[in-house]
Nanobody
C-alpha cells in the first residue's frame, strides 16, 4: 500500500506565495513521476506540474514562470513553490506519484487566493 499526503495549502492574498509538499510512503519500490493537478470551483481537473525521477519538469502554461516543482528522491517527496499567486489559482491541489505503472493520489489540499 502506498500513501500520498499533501501539506502546505491555505489562504493567501493575490501576489503572495505558498509552498506545497507531498510525501509518498509505504511499499514503494521506485517512483517514476510525481506531480500536481488542481481542480478549481466548477472546473475540470488540470495538470499543474510534473517532475520525473531524472528531474525533467513540465508545467501548465498558466503557471510557467510562477510555479516551480522540485523533488527529493531520497525522501519520495515533491514540492511546489507557488509565487505571484492569482485568484484563478484557487483550487484543490492533488499530488500524485507513479510507481510501477500505478498512479497513487493524495486527498488534496485547498489553496485559496483572495483578490
Amino acid at each position: 500500500q502506498v500513501q500520498v499526503v499533501e501539506s502546505g495549502g491555505g489562504l493567501v492574498q493575490a501576489g503572495g506565495s505558498l509552498r506545497l509538499s507531498c510525501a509518498a510512503s509505504g511499499r514503494i519500490f521506485s517512483i517514476n513521476a510525481m506531480g500536481w493537478y488542481r481542480q478549481g470551483p466548477g472546473k475540470q481537473r488540470e495538470l499543474v506540474a510534473t517532475i520525473t525521477s531524472g528531474g525533467s519538469t513540465n508545467y501548465a502554461d498558466s503557471v510557467k514562470g510562477r510555479f516551480t516543482i522540485s523533488r527529493d528522491n531520497a525522501k519520495n517527496t515533491v514540492y511546489l513553490q507557488m509565487n505571484s499567486l492569482k485568484p484563478e489559482d484557487t483550487a484543490v491541489y492533488y499530488c500524485y506519484a507513479i510507481s510501477r505503472g500505478y498512479v497513487y493520489w493524495g486527498q488534496g489540499t485547498q489553496v485559496t487566493v483572495s483578490s
